[in-house]
C-alpha cells in the first residue's frame, strides 16, 4: 500500500512537473520574442493593381489592394521554436502572404494573427526575416498600422511586441500616399502648406475688437472699452437657474476675472415678447459705460448672452470688452458632436471637458455613443455582464471573459480599449450637460455593430443555463441559435456582430436599456426625450457593389463566391418565419423593421423622438411609419457621391436632417494630406478647419464650388428636388484610432470651433438653396469667395490670437498646425494658418530652437526645422523639414 502511494505521488509529481516546465518554456518562448524581437512594417505600394499584381482574383473590394512588407527583427540570439503566435490588428483585410514559413489568419474584426508553418527554419540570430503581404485597398497613412503587436505561447501570459507599443515602426515614403495615379490632392509640404496660408493676413487687435464667436446675427459696435480692473464683474442674472450660473461663475474665475458686488454689472432677465419668432437660445446683449443688459427670450439665452461676453475676455491681458450691442440667435435648433466611445473609452474628465468647450461655443447636443461591436460603455443594472465582460478586451480565445483584441488594444484591459461609464458616472455627465444647457442624446447602435452587447448576453446565457434557468437565460438572448447565416461587417466580423430584429428576446433588451438608461436621465434632472436607434451598416460587405461572383468578368471589382454570402440573418429561422408571415417584404428590410419596431418601445416610454443613422430607417416608406411623431436622420452620404440631392429625398419625406458629412465634419479624419497626420480617409483626405469654416450645411451643392472630390477632383452638384432645410449640424469623432484622451482632443480641436461657427451663424457667401442650379468648383462663380476670405482670415485671426489661448488655460491638447515654410533668395519665410500662433525654428537638427520674426537669412546648414508654439510656451507642434 505504502508503495502504490509513493509512486502515485510521484507519477502526479512528474505529471505536474511537466506542465510547470511547459507552461515555463512556453513563457520563455514569449519573453524572448516580445523583448528581443522588433518588427517593422514597410508599406511598398499602394497601387499594387497598376503594377502587375491581380488584386481581383485575391477578392480585394473594387480590385483595389497594396503591397507591404513585415519585417521580424532578432536583435538576440537565434529562436527556433515553433511554438508562438503574433496577434496584431490590421485595418485592411490581410489577402495574401509571400513567405511559406508563416501563415496570417483573420480572426475576427481587425484581429489577425501570424503563425509558423512547418517550414518555419526559426529567427536567425541578429537578423531579420521579411513577409511581403498583399492587403485590400490601401495603406496612406501611418495611422493606419495599428500599435500593440503582441505575442502567445501555450500557457504563457501573452505580451506586447516592445518596440510596437507606439505606432513608430512603420515606413511609408515616396509616392505613397496617392491612393490611384490620378489622384489630384495635393501633398502638404512645408512650402505647400506657405501657399495655402499665404492668403492669410495677420490682423492688428483693433480689426479684432469686439469680435465674438460663433458671430453673432447682428454686431454693432461703439468706440469705447470698458476695463473690468480689479473688481471684475458682478452678475445679476435674473432668471437663470443657480447650477447654470454657477458654471458661469467658474467660467469667470478661469479668466481670473474677480466676482465682486463693486464689478462691472452684468443684468439680465427674460422677456419673451421681445422677440418676434420666438428660438430657444435668442438674446439681446447691450455693453453700455455702466452696465452690459441681456434680454432673452428664455434661461438658455441668458447664459448664451453671457457667454458671448465670455468671448470678448482675452486670456492674461488687461481685462477689457467693447462696448456693444448684439441681436442674436441659433442658425440651427440641433447644434452637436457626437462621441464614440464603443471603439476605443474615453475617460469622464475627457467627456466633462468637452462639455465644458460645447457650452463655450454655443453647441447644444452631445450624440453620446454608447456601444459598438468592440465595446458596450454604460453600466445597465440588472445585466452586469454588459460591462463585465462587454466593456473589456483582453486575450481570451473564448471571450468568456472579454472581448478579443480590437483596434490595438493588445492583450490586456489596462488601457482605453477597456472600460466604461458607471451608472453614477453617467448621472453626472448627464447632469453636468444639462448645467451647460446641453442635451445629451444616447445611442446604442443596433441591430449592426451590437458584437459586444451580443457577446456579453451570450455569457449571461451560458451562466444561467449552467445554474439550470432556461426561461432566465433566453430573457435578453440577442442571437437565433439557428441562424448560421455566412455574412461580413463592414469592419470584418461575422453575424455575432447582428443583433437578431426577430427576436422578442431583442425586443426586451432593447426595452431593458432605454428603461435603465431613462431612470438616469431621470435621476440627473434631463428626462430622456430622444432616443437614438444607430441603425447603420446592417449589411454584407461581401455582397456590396465592390463585389462579383467569382464567374462574372466585369472589370474592376473583386471576385468572390458570392454563392456562399448571405444577407444578415437569411437563415434565421425566427426571420423566415416573418417573411413568411409577410410581416416584412424581404429580408433586407429587416433593420427598418427593427427601427419601427424599437420606436414604439420608445413611444411606451413616453419619448417622442427618434434618431437613427439615415440608413437604418431607408426602407421605411416615410417618417410617418414610425410610432413617434418626430425622426432625426443622421445625413451621412459623401456629397460628390450624390449626397448634395440624396439629402433632400429625406426632408420630402418627413424627416428632421442633421447635417453629419464625413467628407466635411468627421473629426477621425486627417487635417490635411499628409502620411504623418492620423485619421481615417475613406471619404476625403483631409477635414481641415478651413474647409468645415467654408462648409455651407443648408444648401449643400454650393460645396462643389469651395471643395473638391475624395481624389482632389472637381465635381458637379445640382440639387433636383426640393429642400426644406437642415434641422441642424453635427461633427463626429469615431475613435478605431483615436486610443487615448489626448488624441481626442488633438482630433477635436480646434476644428470642433470651425463647426460651432457654422451651426451657430449662417455668413453672407452661403446662398440660398435653389433647385435645379449647378455648381463646380472653377467653372461656376455664386459664391463670394472674396467675403469667404474675409471672414476667415478674421475667424483664423481670432483663433491664433484668442481661442488658443483659452484652450489651452482649459488644458486641452489640441492639435498646433505645422507652418508653411520655404528658402527665397538664401531666407527662411514662415506662415501658419492661425496668424498670432509663434513660430520657431532650428538649423541644427532641433538642438536649439529660435523664435521666427519674420524673413531670416539662413546660411551654412542643409536643412531647416520649423514647428509652431502654444501661446502658453508649454506645448510645440510636430517638428517639419525643408532643404536648402
Same mark, same amino acid.
Given at each position: 500500500m505504502?508503495?502504490s502511494?509513493?509512486?502515485?505521488? $510521484?507519477?502526479?509529481?512528474l505529471?505536474s512537473?511537466?506542465?510547470?516546465?511547459?507552461?515555463?518554456?512556453?513563457?520563455?518562448?514569449?519573453d524572448?520574442?516580445s523583448?528581443?524581437l522588433?518588427?517593422k512594417?514597410?508599406?511598398?505600394?499602394?497601387?499594387?493593381g497598376?503594377?502587375?499584381v491581380?488584386?481581383?482574383?485575391?477578392?480585394?473590394?473594387w480590385?483595389?489592394?497594396f503591397?507591404a512588407?513585415?519585417?521580424?527583427?532578432n536583435?538576440?540570439e537565434?529562436?527556433?521554436?515553433?511554438d508562438?503566435?503574433?496577434y496584431?490588428?490590421?485595418i485592411?483585410?490581410?489577402?495574401?502572404?509571400?513567405?511559406?514559413q508563416?501563415?496570417?489568419?483573420?480572426?475576427?474584426?481587425?484581429?489577425?494573427?501570424?503563425?509558423?508553418?512547418?517550414?518555419?527554419?526559426?529567427?536567425?540570430?541578429?537578423?531579420?526575416?521579411? *513577409?511581403?503581404?498583399?492587403?485590400?485597398y490601401?495603406? !496612406? +497613412?501611418?495611422?493606419?498600422?495599428?500599435?500593440?503587436?503582441y505575442?502567445?505561447?501555450?500557457d504563457a501570459?501573452?505580451k506586447?511586441i516592445?518596440n510596437?507599443?507606439?505606432?513608430d515602426?512603420?515606413?511609408?515614403?515616396?509616392?505613397?500616399w496617392k491612393?490611384t495615379?490620378?489622384?489630384?490632392?495635393?501633398? #502638404?509640404?512645408t512650402?505647400n502648406?506657405?501657399e495655402?496660408?499665404?492668403?492669410?493676413?495677420p490682423?492688428?487687435?483693433?480689426?479684432?475688437?469686439?469680435?465674438?464667436?460663433?458671430?453673432p446675427?447682428?454686431?454693432?459696435l461703439?468706440?469705447? /472699452?470698458?476695463q473690468?480692473?480689479?473688481?471684475?464683474i458682478?452678475?445679476q442674472?435674473?432668471g437663470?437657474n443657480?447650477?447654470?450660473?454657477?458654471v458661469l461663475?467658474?467660467?469667470?474665475n478661469?479668466l481670473?476675472?474677480?466676482?465682486?458686488?463693486?464689478?462691472?454689472?452684468?443684468v439680465?432677465?427674460?422677456?419673451?415678447?421681445?422677440?418676434?419668432?420666438?428660438?430657444?437660445?435668442?438674446?439681446?446683449?447691450n455693453?453700455?459705460?455702466?452696465?452690459?443688459?441681456?434680454?432673452?427670450?428664455?434661461?438658455r439665452g441668458?447664459?448664451y448672452?453671457?457667454?458671448?461676453?465670455l468671448?470678448?475676455?482675452?486670456?492674461?491681458?488687461?481685462?477689457?470688452?467693447?462696448?456693444?450691442?448684439?441681436?442674436?440667435?441659433p442658425?440651427? &435648433?440641433y447644434?452637436?458632436?457626437?462621441?464614440d466611445?464603443g471603439?476605443?473609452?474615453?475617460t469622464k474628465?475627457?467627456?466633462?471637458?468637452?462639455?465644458?468647450q460645447m457650452?463655450?461655443?454655443?453647441l447644444?447636443?452631445?450624440?453620446?455613443?454608447?456601444? @459598438?461591436?468592440?465595446?458596450w460603455?454604460?453600466?445597465i443594472?440588472?445585466?452586469?455582464?454588459?460591462?463585465?465582460?462587454?466593456s473589456?478586451?483582453?486575450h481570451?480565445?473564448s471571450?468568456?471573459?472579454? !472581448?478579443?483584441?480590437? !483596434?490595438?488594444?493588445g492583450p490586456? $484591459?489596462d488601457?482605453?480599449?477597456?472600460g466604461?461609464?458607471?451608472?453614477?458616472?453617467?448621472?453626472?455627465?448627464?447632469k453636468?450637460?444639462?448645467d451647460?444647457? *446641453?442635451?445629451?442624446?444616447p445611442?446604442? &447602435?443596433?441591430?449592426?455593430h451590437?458584437?459586444a452587447?451580443?457577446?456579453?448576453?451570450?455569457a449571461?446565457?451560458?451562466?444561467?443555463?449552467?445554474e439550470?434557468?432556461?426561461?432566465?437565460?433566453?430573457e435578453?438572448?440577442?442571437?437565433?441559435?439557428?441562424?448560421?447565416?455566412?455574412?461580413t461587417?463592414?469592419?470584418?466580423?461575422?453575424?455575432?456582430?447582428? =443583433?437578431?430584429?426577430? =427576436?422578442?428576446?431583442?425586443?426586451?433588451?432593447? /426595452?431593458?436599456?432605454i428603461?435603465?438608461?431613462?431612470?438616469?436621465?431621470?435621476?440627473?434632472?434631463?428626462?430622456?426625450?430622444?432616443?437614438?436607434f444607430?441603425g447603420?451598416?446592417?449589411?454584407?460587405?461581401?455582397?456590396g457593389?465592390?463585389?462579383?461572383?467569382i464567374?462574372?468578368?466585369e472589370?474592376g471589382?473583386?471576385l468572390?463566391?458570392?454563392?456562399?454570402? @448571405?444577407?444578415p440573418?437569411?437563415?434565421?429561422?425566427?426571420?423566415?418565419?416573418?417573411?413568411k408571415?409577410?410581416?416584412?417584404?424581404?429580408?433586407?428590410?429587416l433593420p427598418?423593421?427593427?427601427a419601427?419596431?424599437?420606436?414604439?418601445?420608445?413611444?411606451n416610454?413616453?419619448?417622442?423622438?427618434?434618431?437613427?443613422?439615415q440608413?437604418?430607417?431607408?426602407?421605411a416608406?416615410?417618417?410617418k &411609419?414610425?410610432?413617434?411623431?418626430?425622426?432625426?436622420?443622421n445625413?451621412?452620404?459623401?456629397?460628390?457621391?450624390?449626397g448634395? &440631392?440624396s439629402?433632400?429625398?429625406?426632408?420630402?419625406?418627413g424627416?428632421?436632417?442633421?447635417?453629419?458629412?464625413? /467628407?466635411?465634419?468627421?473629426?477621425?479624419?486627417?487635417?490635411e494630406?499628409?502620411?504623418?497626420?492620423p485619421?481615417?480617409?475613406?471619404?476625403?483626405r483631409?477635414?481641415?478647419e478651413?474647409k468645415?469654416?467654408?462648409?455651407a450645411?443648408?444648401n449643400?451643392p454650393?460645396n462643389a464650388e469651395?471643395?473638391v472630390d475624395?481624389?482632389?477632383?472637381?465635381?458637379?452638384?445640382?440639387?433636383t428636388?426640393d429642400w426644406?432645410? $437642415?434641422y441642424?449640424l453635427?461633427?463626429?469623432l469615431?475613435?478605431e484610432?483615436?486610443?487615448?484622451?489626448?488624441?481626442?482632443?488633438?482630433?477635436?480641436?480646434?476644428?470642433?470651433?470651425?463647426v460651432?461657427e457654422?451651426?451657430?451663424?449662417q455668413?453672407?457667401?452661403?446662398?440660398a438653396?435653389?433647385?435645379?442650379?449647378e455648381?463646380?468648383?472653377?467653372?461656376?462663380?455664386?459664391?463670394?469667395?472674396?467675403?469667404?476670405?474675409?471672414d476667415?482670415?478674421?475667424?483664423?485671426?481670432?483663433?491664433?490670437q484668442?481661442?488658443l $489661448?483659452?484652450l489651452?488655460?482649459?488644458?486641452?491638447?489640441?492639435?498646433?498646425?505645422?507652418p508653411g515654410a520655404?528658402?527665397?533668395?538664401g531666407?527662411?519665410?514662415?506662415?501658419?494658418?492661425y496668424?498670432?500662433?509663434a513660430?520657431?525654428?532650428?538649423t541644427?537638427?532641433?538642438?536649439?530652437?529660435?523664435?521666427?520674426?519674420?524673413?531670416?537669412a539662413i546660411?551654412?546648414?542643409?536643412?531647416v526645422l520649423?514647428?509652431?508654439? +502654444?501661446?502658453?510656451?508649454?506645448?510645440?507642434?510636430r517638428?517639419?523639414?525643408l532643404? #536648402?
Open positions: 505504502k508503495k502511494k509513493i509512486l502515485f505521488t $510521484s507519477i502526479v509529481s505529471l512537473f511537466g506542465v510547470a516546465s511547459s507552461a515555463y518554456a512556453s513563457q520563455k518562448i514569449v524572448e520574442i523583448s528581443k522588433s518588427v512594417y514597410t508599406i511598398v505600394d499602394n497601387q499594387a497598376e503594377h502587375g491581380d488584386c481581383a482574383i485575391l477578392g480585394a473590394d480590385a483595389s489592394c503591397k512588407t513585415i519585417s521580424l527583427n536583435d538576440g537565434a529562436i527556433n521554436d515553433k508562438w503566435a503574433i496584431f490588428s490590421s485592411r483585410m490581410i489577402l495574401a502572404v509571400d513567405n511559406d508563416f501563415k496570417i489568419t483573420h480572426l475576427t474584426g481587425d484581429l489577425h494573427k501570424i503563425e509558423p508553418t512547418e517550414k518555419f527554419t526559426g529567427f536567425p540570430a541578429k537578423a531579420s526575416i521579411d *513577409i511581403p503581404i498583399i492587403g485590400e490601401w495603406q !496612406l +497613412s501611418e495611422s493606419d498600422v495599428i500599435p500593440r503587436w505575442v502567445t505561447s501555450t501570459t501573452p506586447v516592445s510596437t507599443e507606439l505606432d515602426f512603420v515606413s511609408l515614403t515616396g509616392e505613397q491612393r495615379p490620378d489622384d489630384h490632392n495635393i501633398l #502638404m509640404t512650402v502648406r506657405f495655402r496660408n499665404a492668403d492669410i493676413k490682423l492688428d487687435k483693433k480689426a479684432m475688437r469686439g469680435q465674438i464667436i460663433p458671430t446675427v447682428k454686431l454693432t461703439a468706440e469705447k /472699452d470698458i473690468l480692473g480689479k473688481n471684475g458682478h452678475l442674472l435674473k437663470l443657480d447650477a447654470s450660473l454657477a461663475n467658474q467660467q469667470f478661469n481670473k476675472i474677480p466676482l465682486t458686488d463693486k464689478g462691472y454689472k452684468i439680465a432677465n427674460i422677456d419673451a415678447t421681445k422677440f418676434k419668432n420666438g428660438v430657444s437660445g435668442a438674446y439681446q446683449l455693453i453700455g459705460d455702466k452696465q452690459a443688459t441681456i434680454t432673452a427670450f428664455d434661461e441668458i447664459f448672452g453671457v457667454e458671448s461676453i468671448s470678448l475676455i482675452p486670456v492674461n491681458e488687461n481685462p477689457t470688452i467693447a462696448m456693444l450691442k448684439v441681436e442674436d440667435y442658425r440651427f &435648433d447644434r452637436g458632436i457626437m462621441l466611445t471603439r476605443n473609452f474615453k474628465q475627457a467627456v466633462l471637458r468637452l462639455l465644458d457650452a463655450s461655443y454655443k447644444n447636443k452631445f450624440h453620446f455613443h454608447l456601444s @459598438d461591436d468592440e465595446g460603455r454604460i453600466e443594472p440588472g445585466l452586469p455582464e454588459l460591462t463585465e465582460v462587454g473589456k478586451r483582453c481570451d480565445l471571450e468568456n471573459k472579454c !472581448l478579443l483584441p480590437q !483596434l490595438g488594444s490586456d $484591459s488601457n482605453l480599449g477597456s466604461y461609464f458607471s451608472r453614477d458616472d453617467y448621472i453626472e455627465i448627464v453636468y450637460a444639462k451647460r444647457f *446641453i442635451e445629451v442624446i445611442e446604442i &447602435d443596433m441591430p449592426a451590437a458584437r452587447a451580443i457577446v456579453s448576453m451570450e449571461r446565457y451560458q451562466r444561467l443555463m449552467q439550470g434557468k432556461q426561461a432566465e437565460a433566453n435578453f438572448r440577442l442571437v437565433d441559435p439557428s441562424d448560421n447565416s455566412n455574412t461587417t463592414v469592419q470584418f466580423y461575422d453575424r455575432k456582430s447582428y =443583433l437578431n430584429p426577430c =427576436l422578442d428576446s431583442s425586443k426586451r433588451f432593447v /426595452d431593458k436599456v428603461t435603465e438608461i431613462a431612470k438616469m436621465h431621470n435621476q440627473a434632472g434631463q428626462p430622456l426625450t430622444v432616443w437614438h444607430g447603420d451598416e446592417a449589411k454584407n460587405i461581401r455582397l457593389p465592390g463585389y462579383q461572383d464567374h462574372a468578368k472589370a471589382k473583386g468572390i463566391d458570392q454563392s456562399i454570402e @448571405d444577407l440573418w437569411a437563415k434565421s429561422q425566427a426571420c423566415q418565419t416573418l417573411v408571415q409577410g410581416t416584412i417584404k424581404d429580408i433586407k428590410h427598418s423593421y427593427f419601427i419596431e424599437a420606436s414604439k418601445i420608445v413611444k416610454h413616453g419619448i417622442n423622438h427618434m434618431q437613427a443613422w440608413d437604418g430607417v431607408k426602407y416608406e416615410s417618417a &411609419d414610425f410610432a413617434v411623431d418626430k425622426v432625426t436622420v445625413f451621412w452620404d459623401t456629397l460628390y457621391w450624390g448634395f &440631392d439629402a433632400s429625398e429625406w426632408t420630402n419625406k424627416y428632421q436632417i442633421v447635417i453629419s458629412n464625413p /467628407d466635411y465634419v468627421y473629426l477621425d479624419f486627417p487635417y494630406v499628409n502620411t504623418l497626420e485619421g481615417y480617409y475613406w471619404a476625403t483631409f477635414n481641415d478651413r468645415i469654416f467654408s462648409f450645411p443648408n449643400l454650393q469651395t471643395s475624395r481624389d482632389g477632383n472637381p465635381f458637379n452638384a445640382k440639387g428636388l426644406s432645410g $437642415s441642424g453635427s461633427a463626429q469615431w475613435s484610432i483615436v486610443r487615448t484622451d489626448n488624441q481626442m482632443e488633438y482630433m477635436i480641436y480646434p476644428r470642433l470651433i470651425a460651432a457654422r451651426a451657430w451663424h455668413a453672407d457667401w452661403e446662398i438653396y435653389q433647385k435645379d442650379r455648381f463646380s468648383k472653377g467653372t461656376t462663380h455664386y459664391v463670394d469667395q472674396n467675403q469667404l476670405l474675409k476667415w482670415t478674421l475667424f483664423a485671426n481670432l483663433v491664433g484668442r481661442e $489661448s483659452k489651452d488655460l482649459a488644458k486641452i491638447a489640441y492639435r498646433l498646425p505645422t520655404k528658402i527665397e533668395n531666407k527662411l519665410i514662415a506662415n501658419i494658418v496668424p498670432g500662433l513660430i520657431e525654428y532650428s541644427n537638427q532641433g538642438e536649439s530652437w529660435q523664435r521666427y520674426k519674420g524673413p531670416v546660411n551654412n546648414v542643409e536643412h520649423v514647428r509652431s508654439v +502654444s501661446p502658453n510656451q508649454k506645448r510645440t507642434s517638428a517639419v523639414g532643404k #536648402m
